[in-house]
């Protein structure tokens, strides 16, 4: 199973990236999808989720009208729109799968992603 994440770089403040994470080695339909971020310093954090069918949709409040997560099944690809993005939005960020109901812990998600970083200037 690999998860290949891409789309991270350096980004001003207010400006936009689209993350992507294509899947290999599964069924990526049958998985729910999350992004988490890791800053300096600090804890793994959920940012956003999407069930198997891409209808329902979950985000952290700081992410909330700011970031859209989606899914292409037929190309198993997931994706993070990230908009209007400020420096707090520095970090890694990951892309991980899950069987379960969109857990908003990492404890929950079975297969990951190498990461992408996303840097953020003022």
């Known amino acids: 199973v690999q998860l290949q994440a891409s789309g991270g770089g350096l980004v001003q403040a207010g400006g936009s990236l689209r993350l992507s994470c294509t899947v290999s080695?599964?069924?990526?339909?049958?998985?729910?999808m999350g992004w988490f971020r890791q800053a300096p310093g600090k804890e793994r954090e959920f940012v956003a989720g999407?069930?198997?069918?891409?209808?329902?949709?979950y985000y952290t409040d700081s992410v909330k009208g700011r970031f859209t997560i989606s899914r292409e099944n037929a190309k198993n690809t997931g994706y993070l729109q990230m908009n209007n993005l400020s420096r707090d939005d520095t970090a890694q960020y990951y892309c991980?799968?899950?069987?379960?109901?969109?857990?908003?812990?990492?404890?929950?998600?079975?297969?990951w992603g190498q990461g992408t970083l996303v840097t953020v200037s003022s």
């Open positions: 991980a799968l899950t069987p379960l109901p969109v857990p908003r812990t990492s404890d929950g998600y079975k297969y």
């Open positions: 999407i069930n198997r069918g891409g209808d329902n949709t």
């Open positions: 080695g599964l069924h990526f339909h049958a998985y729910r």
